[in-house]
């Protein structure tokens, strides 16, 4: 059982940047993923990067937004989210995957934390 957890998230005005951080319970070269859901739509992948540091970014809209990257000496991936935007309210979630990726289908994924609400104000 790998257990992750988020921290980042708050209110922030349009424009504005926040990180997120999602620290896993165990090492391990895990793909790993960033998602967010607002209320009434469907969970949708922001960011995701594979086991060997491979990056993606399927969600248009925040492309040259948003970077992932982790630290594996901290078992931690990030989120720099820069040039927020009231669209990008959300519940951010991070997973984890077993296998290389990387992958942007919550199917593909093994472990999820519990999320970390994103505000962003006009």
């Known amino acids: 059982q790998v257990h992750l957890v988020e921290s980042g998230g708050g209110l922030v005005q349009a424009g504005g940047s926040l990180r997120l951080s999602c620290t896993t319970s165990?090492?391990?070269?895990?793909?790993m993923g960033w998602f967010r859901q607002a209320p009434g739509l469907e969970r949708e992948s922001v960011a995701a990067?594979?086991?060997?540091?491979?990056?993606?970014y399927p969600t248009d809209s925040v492309k040259d937004r948003f970077t992932i990257s982790r630290d594996s000496a901290k078992n931690t991936i990030y989120l720099q989210m820069n040039s927020l935007k009231p669209g990008d309210t959300a519940l951010y979630y991070c997973?984890?995957?077993?296998?290389?990726?990387?992958?942007?289908?919550?199917?593909?994924?093994?472990?999820w934390g519990q999320g970390t609400q994103v505000t962003v104000s006009s």
């Open positions: 997973a984890a995957s077993l296998r290389t990726g990387p992958f942007t289908r919550p199917m593909d994924y093994d472990y």
């Open positions: 165990r090492a391990g070269g895990y793909a």
């Open positions: 990067i594979s086991g060997l540091g491979t990056t993606t």
